[in-house]
């Protein structure tokens, strides 16, 4: 790709068409309000990024100094249909874009205006396969695909300086991998592999050039487990379970093998979607698809998790949040529509109170403008 258009308006009804022509590849899941504050780039360049996963297109949200949410001209953004990841490298505003349904991984960096620039060099082909998701190590230096199939398989990709891609090497995962979501542990030395079909997290060793090395057998992970977060020391990770009502919570070892925290599974409500652990790494937020709400946890020293007061903490009737994120001072968490009565998502802000317990905030949730956001596509920049 070498041009990057802004997607036109038009009827929510040719909208709803083109989204029914990649519903095929969608088993998974799940114009803006300007804030208080001035959204002038001089002011603040840090964004969120949300994907339409059917449509294919990307909506970045400039977040304002009061926390505040404005999308950007031109949003959302045209990439390729079946988007299932957007990753962004850490300390950068590079993002990379996974596009099953145009098979494919593309590589933008958001200018201080928000929009999207193509990064020469980062556009590389899946080469057949369903569902894909991405994940970035901490240092930016490797990026991952995970892609389904019998048997799945993880392809690692060098970056340059530039953000320009290279190939590295090709893992073959074992089972049930036609859904696969990879994530990297805050260390960057584990990869896993959740495997939603068949229930389960595999470990990865992480060598320096991109090799993975399977670390122990499976874990079982519940009924479809879906977007784990990580406490920030990396020694806990949590993960939703879809179809089971719970999170699942584990200890990653010294060597990377998981083991569960005690008491898990959790309870975790209707449809739970992901995780997003605070900086300290003492809470944790999930939200709930079908329960329209946000549940909250605060985590023990051994990693079980306790409900915050009063949670699970509700949003307006119709919303569906299957995204979440935390401001840079953790004042206001963001959660993001995965299912909505309204057709596009709506980006809702909670004010975090000093027990963690969450308020709906004053400032105003925001229309992203896509359609269907399943999958980890909700990236902050720096």
Not at 238 to 266: C, D, H, M, R
């Amino acid at each position: 790709m070498t041009t990057f258009s802004s997607r036109q308006q038009s009827p929510s009804g040719a909208r709803i068409r083109k989204a029914a022509a990649v519903l095929a590849v969608v088993l998974v899941g799940g114009v803006g309000a300007a804030s208080g504050a001035s959204a002038s780039p001089d002011q603040n360049s840090r964004f969120l990024t949300l994907a339409g996963t059917l449509v294919g297109d990307v909506s970045v949200l400039r977040i304002a100094p009061d926390g505040g949410l404005s999308a950007v001209a031109g949003s959302p953004f045209s990439v390729g249909p079946g988007i299932f990841s957007v990753v962004n490298a850490p300390g950068s505003k590079n993002v990379y874009v996974t596009q099953v349904g145009a098979q494919r991984v593309s590589g933008y960096r958001i200018a201080d205006d928000g929009s999207m620039v193509p990064i020469p060099g980062t556009e590389v082909p899946m080469n057949g396969g369903p569902i894909a998701t991405s994940t970035v190590t901490p240092d930016g230096r490797l990026l991952f695909v995970g892609q389904g199939g019998l048997p799945g398989k993880i392809s690692s990709y060098a970056i340059s300086d530039t953000g320009a891609l290279s190939p590295l090497t090709s893992t073959q995962v074992e089972g049930l991998g036609l859904a696969p979501m990879v994530t990297v542990d805050p260390t960057g030395r584990f990869l896993h592999w959740t495997s939603v079909l068949d229930g389960t997290v595999t470990a990865f060793r992480i060598g320096a050039n991109g090799g993975l090395t399977v670390v122990g057998k499976p874990v079982a992970a519940g009924a479809a487990p879906v977007n784990p977060g990580y406490t920030p020391d990396g020694r806990f990770v949590y993960v939703s379970q879809e179809q089971g009502g719970k999170v699942s919570g584990f200890a990653i070892g010294a060597n990377g093998e998981l083991t569960p925290t005690p008491g898990s599974p959790y309870a975790a409500g209707a449809m739970p979607h992901a995780a997003v652990v605070t900086a300290d790494g003492t809470r944790v937020y999930v939200p709930q698809v079908a329960g329209g709400s946000v549940a909250g946890y605060s985590i023990g020293a051994d990693g079980a998790l306790t409900p915050l007061p009063n949670s699970p903490y509700s949003l307006p009737v119709g919303s569906g949040p299957g995204l979440v994120a935390l401001s840079d001072d953790e004042k206001h968490l963001y959660a993001a529509d995965t299912l909505t009565i309204n057709v596009t998502s709506r980006m809702h802000i909670f004010d975090v109170r000093a027990d963690g317990s969450l308020a709906q905030s004053s400032l105003p949730a925001v229309d992203t403008g896509v359609f269907f956001g399943d999958g980890p596509t909700m990236v902050k920049t720096p």
